[in-house]
Each structure stands twice: as C-alpha cells, then as structure tokens.
C-alpha cells in the first residue's frame, strides 16, 4: 500500500524550514502559500526521508472567490504519497510558481490548467494553450464559464 | 557449333531464325502486343495474387466481391481509378507533375524487350541483354523524382529523395551479383543465359540470388525496402499528390517492375522457360509467380527499414558479399570449367552461408541517431 | 565542401496514418533528421471534465468509456472506485473479483493493440495487427456477452457491475485462456527475434529512467525503462493483493523494451485471470447504491494501472448530485512530456515508431 | 564469438506467415453471413412497454444525453398518468442503456436489432409507436436474464473461427 504521510507532521516540518508558508493543515492535505511552492517543493523532493521524485497529478478546481491547485505527490523510493493545495486568488490574472523546473511532469499538466482555468504559471517554460487553441476567448473549465 | 560448358552443351543462338515469325515488322508488331499483353494481365493477376495473398497470410479473405475469388477486382479497381477526377495540387510544377508518370512508365515497360517467353521468342536478342536491363531499369527514379519534385509535397520529396538514393547504392551489388551469371553461362544475352541453365543457376548461385532478389527488392521498393512510400511516415511518398489516371500509372509502375524483376530472376536463376512437359511460356510465368509468391510473402513478414540501414545493408553487406561472390565465381569458371556441378553446388551453398554468418558480425543495434 | 542544408518544416499529422487519432507533429527537419518537435494536441477535445460537472455520477460513467477508447473497462473501474472511496460504497467480493478479470482482459486486449500498432508503424504490413486483433476479437466477444457493446462498455457500477456474468460466460473465458498463451507464442516467435524489429527499435528512443521519474512517466514507458513501479503491487486497489504476479520490466528504456515489457504483460495478465477465476467467490454482484449518490462534502482520487499507466480519477463533491469537479489524470498526456528530447536526433522513421511505442490513445490525451 | 542475427529471425517470423495462410481465415461476410450477436446486445433502438408505463420519466432522469423525450398528462379518472409523447432521438443516443436499467416498472428494453442506419437524421428520431413493444419486435435481453434465456447463444470467435455457409 502506498502509504499516505500525515500531512500536518510535513506541515510542520515545512513550517519549520520556511516560516510562514503553511496557510492551514487538516487530516487530508495542508495548504501552502504560494509564495514558498518551489523551495518547499525543491525541499520535498530532495529531503532523504521524504524523496518525493514522483509527481502525480496537479489540478485545478474552480472555488468561485479563489482557484485551489491540488498537487499530488508520490515517492516511488519509499512508496508514499502527499497531498497539498495552493490557492491563487484574483479571477483576471491569477498566478502560481511553475513546478515545472521541479518535475517536468507538471509540464503539460499546468498548461492544461492554464488552458481550461486560466491561471497564469510564472516560470514555465512554453506556457501556451494546450487543448484549445491559440485565441480561445475564456477559460471553460471556470464555473462561470457559458460556452 | 555448340558451346560447351559445365559438360553442357549450349547451342550457338546465331543460328535460330533471326526474325520469328516472319518479316522484321511483323515480328515487331507481334511482340510488342505480346508484350503489352503479358505485361497487363500479368500486372492485374499480381494485383489480385498480391491481395489475396496478403489476405490469406493475414488471416483475411481478400477480395472476393468482383467476379469469382474475386479475380475481377483489378479489373473494378482499373475502372474506379480511371474514373476519378484528377487533382493537380494548386503549386506543383505542372508539366513536371504530368510527365513523371510517363517517364516512370515506360522503362519498366521496356525492359520485357529482351525477356525470352520461349527459345528464341522475344522482341529483341541483344547480344548485351543483361546490360540493357540493367540500364533501362534504372530511368524509372527519374520519373519518379520528377513526381516527388513536381507535386510540391514536402512528403513526396523525402519519398522521392530515398527512391533515388536507395536505386543508386543498390544498382551497385545488383550489377556485380548479375556478371556472376553471365560468367558462368558466358553470354550477356538472355536467351543465351537460359540455354546456358540445364541446372537452374540459383543452385550454383545461391549467394548471387539473394543478392539480386535483396538488392532488386530495393530498387523496386518492396516490402521490407518500401521506403519511399512507407505510408506509416510519409503517408503515400513520392505518389501522396497523385490521384485518377496518374495515379494508376504509377500503381501500374509499381507492379510491371515487380513483374521485370520476377522475370528477370526466373531468366537468369531459376531457367526461364526450360522445364519438363508443359509449354516454355507457361514455365516462365510459373517461375514468375514462384518469385512474386516470395515477395508477397517478405512483404507480408517484414516491418520495413530505415533509410541509412538500406544504405548500410547495400554498401557493407550486399556489396562486399557480391564482390567475394563474383571472385569465386570467376575463380570457379577459370580453374574448374568442367568440374561436378554437384559438387560445385554443394561448395557454393557452404560458402553462401559462410560469408552471411560471417557478415552478420557487422550486425548491429542503436546507431542512427545524430546529434543536433 | 559542405553542403549547405536548409531545415524545413513538416507537419505529421493532424490526418496521417501513424498518429493513432489526431494528433500533430510540428517536426523540423535537417534532411531526414528530427531537429526540433512540437506536439499539438487538442484535436479530439470534447471537454469531458467539464460535461461531468453537468451529469449526475452514474451518467459520468458512459463518459469514462470515452476517455481510453481502447480500455473502456479499466476507465470504468477507475471512475467507479473514487465514487465508492467518496460516497463510503461497499463492493461485494464478488464484484470485486469479476472487475479484477474484466480489467486484466481489458489490458491484454489494450496491448494487443498498442502491440499491433507498434509494429504497424514499423511498417509491418499490417501482419502483426490484424493477428492481434484478431485475438482481440475474442476478448471483445466476452465483453459484448456481458454487456451488449463491443467498445464503450459501460459495464461497471458504484458499488459493483451492472449485471451479472451469464453463465456461458465463464466456460468461453476458459477456452480464451488456454489458446492465449499459444498466440503470444506465436506473435514472439514472428517478431522478437526478427533482425528488422532489432534493428529498428532496440536502442531507439531511449527514456532513462530518471527522466521517466521526473516526467511522470507510468505504465509500461516507466517500466520498460526498468523502474518496478505498478500500482497494482505499490497501492494494490480492489484484491489485486490476493494474487501472485510479476511486475516485467525493461533494462534500456528503448522500444524495444517498450514493446517486450507489454507482451510480457499480458502474459502476467493471464496469470492474474487464471488465479482470479479460479478463486471466484459467489454472492451479489452489486450491492444496494441509491439511483442518485449524493456523496458528502469531500474529495477523493484513485487511480488504477490502466493498459496506459496510472490512470487516476479525482472527484471534488459538494453533496449534489453532480460532482462539483472532476478530474483524469491521463496516463498517456503525461507520458508524452519527453516526447521532443526522445524525438529529436533520430529520423522520421524513428519519430514514428517512438510515438507509437508510448502507445498513447488521442481520447484520453485530450479529453 | 557469438553468431546470430543472420536472418534465423526473419526465417522464423516467415514460418508463422506461411502457417497462417494455411489456417482458415477468421472474417466474416457480412451481409450474407452473420454472427448472432450477444443475448444482451445494446442494438440501436429501445422498445417501450406501452401498458408497464407509467409515465414517471425515471429514464429521462437517468439519461446521461438527455435524448427522452416524455410528455403526461395527469388522468383524474383512474389517477395515473398518460403518457402523450414518448420520443427518443437515437441519433444523439449513445446506447448506454442506463434508462433500461432505471426505469422502476421494467417497462423499457434495449432493441435486438443493430441495422437502423438512416438516410435522414430525423429519421432515426424513433416515435412513441415507432417504439412500442409488440410480438415481431426483438428485444434485448439486456437487464433482463430471463428475457436473454430465451434468445440464441452468441457466436463466439474463441469457438468457431467462422461459420461455413
């Protein structure tokens, strides 16, 4: 079974290593201010103990005042597994730290997001539209949205 | 006057009647509907024999719908295809576009001027039959460059661009593997070789057969040699721009030269027409089968290559393989004209299969790509 | 003398015979050397996630079958399962154990066709595909005698399957299993050692295993670049824990490996049916769901080893009838990430049958 | 030093294409031969059980398209409803078959038949009479076992490769 890391213990840890940067933490999943995502993913990927080399999934889910990123960790070393969240606010512009330069995993995954949500990934390499095409008025994965 | 070779006697051709059946025009004309004849119906029976054979490797019927077993489906195919509209992409180079199936034509067309159907029995006994294949074979590529350059494709072009590259590297191996039969029947004319075969020579050959049936394949582009029409990477090659009445010349190329080169084998390897019982002209379109049934069959089998692996497979296996062939050979002819042909068989066969274990040392995997 | 080269531009795809669906290839060309590639994806995006968003939870799983054309049955396990984690739904063991045999025939029948097309991009004539499909057919027979369709099943339902197997069923799937074995022989003994395919595929486009990690690679591209990691051994879902199996694995990471890894695969699978029949316990089939889940408030992800990696569904309720979000994480967009460095020194040959050795299907790709 | 790859591989692979054109082919021709489909088989039509409903539009609930078309009118003699208009567009269904499996009175199969292609679009919009069940209808034993029992086994490949004629 891959085992799921109690998510307040690496809250914690995090916390420690840059103050400030866990919003709250709950049984499921912690959320992180965005400001610290790429250190404390750089911090999640490369601690021995933690070795999270895998990432999963990143999504993005649509909460009307705010867009929540769900970002899915696995260590494929220790067989365990870690869930957080980030929040972006603003529905024009709203922008996150790429994790691409992380995990290349997240390459195409952020640009769907971007392309079906809208939000801006700082960093990423090519981030253009993926499924859409270039001039795609709107982002349709937005509960707002009405084709 | 009778040549003797091998312990076998061959009779001087000078002596045939020159001009069967009558007047040099009328043997001309006859030929040349003989020829014409031969060539389309063989050309339709390949079509069906193909794709049904293909069919049946593949656990498939084929067509079966148009007349019995479906034998009328080329006929259908011919009608469907000359009645299509012809499409001329809007920035091709339209005289170029028109004239390359022409071009592409009628060498393949020519090259049954020197196929003998029975003893004596062709358009024309060249003295230098095997060259005159040899070099007409050839004109093809221009057409079909023509078609590559003409169409505006970007696909046609890699398409034409590896026809020319691959007929060029394999006319080499081809050439040499072919003076090894002329060696041992001592003539370049065709009908000359058959008389010369009381054993077929893919038996004192074995090694000059592979090499003519490999390299040939490739000059044809067949399966596995399909390169410039490999439809999984550049959709249809040098032909994608094609469509209607060009287009079945090309198809028609396609098949006539595959008909050539099965005639050329079954001449110069397997004895045209000489066989027990059953009429010259018929023993030479069973030969022909026999080598066609064996490329649908490769074809059936083989993925295809790539294109530096066609260029390595001609310059370091097929061409050093035919060079050693032909020195033996010759070595065969000067220093044991009369020894057993079974023995001699039996010897050629031992080296055949020495030199490919031997050559698939140069066997190897992963190399192909580039640094960019 | 040098010669002077110009790279021209060549778009592979949307139409071309080898882009298993529509997909584009923006490939820069030296010649015939891959210079630079960009995929283009989209063609065939119908916007699912956003459909789920308007459809009740039962009525999302016909849209699953649409995701992975090609393995309708694992899409619907896949979705099924995060609708039971969120809503708190037993499977009877029953159900648990005929989903584990349709999902690893779902597999075999996924890899004779990724297999197949592998090899058809090789330009094998059609030879190798239309034997595997053959042998698909049979697999296709079984499904269609369970639930009446041949590609979107649609089979699979909260809390077990929609009905139960007919009794003709088992027997048909006892004679599949003992032919199976004999066929993947055969397709061995015609492909494996051929020098052709050696040629071609071993050593060609090669996915280091670090990469494939970083990339996110799953499924046979991970594992054929020699990373033992299956979810049905690392987070075994259902009661795949209860059977013996290999997890087969590459050395090279190349196409080759690729391809060996998805034959021994099926092999595996077959192992895993044997067991699984041979333990199939009776009871319900399905236990008692409502006809609309209004699962709490919540979120919940499970994924599956699909036939294309690690198929993962996510499901954000907010107790409606209707999932507030609803997410796939697409085995087969992942693995293309490293799709332009494995692409770009090679030919166009190459290009070809590297895409088709990732085995990706465009429905899932683009959602 | 190790032989190999000198064309043992290619041999090999040509000895599996030649036994396979000695085996017998596995199509089918279509027209004139036919395969019985599965007993449960989803075919493109659904048939309504005029009498067994009762016009609750459980199937337009779950149809996940939104292709059922049901139009009632309340009867204040005997307290039911009537159903005036019964209307599936099979052109935008996708035969899931999920209203067979919801309807509460067993009064909606999936059809046995498969060949309903259509010239027109509106054509395969299938009326209210156009899907009442009656005796020459086949219906599907979808959902429905003992209605499965009853059909003809299906042709299986693993089987039979083909049916001689």
Partial sequence: ?147 | ?372 | MTLKTEPFVVNIGPQHPSTHGVFRLRTTLDGEVIVDVEPIFGYLHRGIEKLAEERTYGGIIPLTDRLDYLASMSNNMGYCMAVEKLAGIEVPERAEYLRVILAELQRIASHLIGVGAFFNDLGAMMTPIVYMIREREKIVDLFEMLCGQRLTYNFMRFGGLSQDIPEEFLPALRKFLDQMPRFIDEYDQLLMDNEIVLARSKDVGVLPAETAINISASGPVLRGSGVKWDIRKADPYSVYDRFEFDIPTGTAGDAYDRYRVKVEEMRQSLRIIEQAVAQLPGGPFRSKVPFLVRPPVGEAYAHIESARGDLGFYLVSDNSIAPYRFHVRAPSLINLTALREMLIGWKVADAIIIFGSIDIVMGEVDR | MKFDHFGIGIAKGMAVTLKNLFRRPVTVQYPEQRLNTSRRIRGNELVWSKEKCTGCATCAKACPQGVINIETSANPDNNKYEVKKYEVDTGYCIFCALCVEACPFNALYMGYDYERARYRRGELVQSRDMMTETPEKHVSGYFFPDRAASLPLQTLLVEKITEEE
């Fill in chain 1, 1 to 147: 079974m891959t085992a799921v890391l109690s998510p307040r213990n690496i809250a914690d840890r995090l916390e420690k290593e840059f103050p400030g940067s866990i919003v709250s933490s709950d049984d499921n999943s912690f959320e992180m201010n965005s400001t610290f995502l790429v250190p404390a993913a750089r911090f999640l990927k490369d601690t021995p103990g933690l070795d999270f080399d895998f990432l999963s999934y990143i999504t993005g889910i649509d909460r009307y005042d705010h867009f929540e990123l769900v970002y899915h960790l696995v260590s494929l070393k220790h067989n365990h597994s870690l869930t957080f969240k980030v929040r972006c606010y603003g529905r024009d512009n709203p922008s996150a730290p790429s994790l691409t330069p992380v995990w290349r995993g997240a390459d195409f995954q952020e640009r769907e997001i971007f392309d079906l949500l809208g939000v801006r990934f700082e960093g990423h390499p090519n981030l253009k539209r993926i499924v859409l095409w270039e001039g795609f008025d709107g982002h349709p994965l937005r509960k707002d949205f009405l084709g």
């Fill in chain 2, 1 to 372: 006057m009778n040549i003797v070779y091998h312990g076998i006697a061959v009779p001087d051709m000078k002596q045939l009647p020159p001009d069967w059946p009558g007047g040099f025009f009328w043997h001309w004309l006859v030929f040349t509907v003989i020829i014409f004849t031969f060539v389309f119906t063989l050309v339709m029976a390949f079509t069906w024999v193909e794709r049904r054979g293909l069919g049946r490797m593949q656990s498939r019927l084929g067509p079966n719908r148009a007349g019995p077993f479906g034998i009328l489906q080329p006929v259908a195919d011919a009608i469907k295809v000359l009645l299509k509209e012809d499409i001329v992409p809007s920035r091709s180079d339209r005289i170029v576009h028109w004239l390359a199936p022409v071009v592409a034509f009628f060498p393949a067309l020519l090259i049954f001027a020197v196929v003998p159907f029975q003893n004596g029995a062709l358009l024309a006994d060249l003295d230098i039959g095997i060259l005159y294949v040899v070099a007409i074979s050839s004109v093809s590529t221009v057409g079909i460059f023509m078609a590559g350059w003409g169409s505006s494709n970007k696909f046609s072009l890699l398409g034409a661009m590896r026809n020319v590259a691959a007929v060029v590297s394999y006319e080499m191996p081809l050439v040499l593997a072919v003076i090894g039969v002329v060696l041992i029947a001592g003539s370049l004319s065709m009908n000359q070789i058959v008389l010369a075969q009381d054993i077929p020579l893919i038996l004192l050959q074995p090694l000059g057969f592979l090499i003519v049936f490999i390299a040939g394949c490739a000059e044809i582009n067949r399966s596995p040699f399909d390169l410039m029409e490999a439809d999984s990477e550049i959709v249809a090659g040098f032909h994608t721009e094609y469509s209607g009445m060009k287009f079945a010349m090309f198809y028609l190329v396609e098949y006539a030269e595959a008909l050539a080169l099965s005639a050329i084998i079954a001449t110069l390897f397997l004895g045209g027409w000489r066989g027990p019982v059953l009429p010259p002209w018929l023993w030479l379109v069973i030969k022909v089968f026999a080598v066609f049934f064996l490329m649908v069959w490769t074809r059936t089998t083989l993925p295809r290559i790539r294109i530096d692996q066609l260029m390595a497979l001609a310059w370091k296996f097929l061409f050093p393989l035919a060079l050693i062939n032909l020195a033996i050979t010759g070595l065969q002819v000067v220093a044991w004209p009369d020894a057993l042909p079974w023995t001699m068989i039996i010897v050629n066969f031992a080296i055949a299969a020495v030199l490919i274990v031997l050559w698939s040392r140069l066997f190897k995997v992963g190399w192909g790509r580039v640094e960019v």
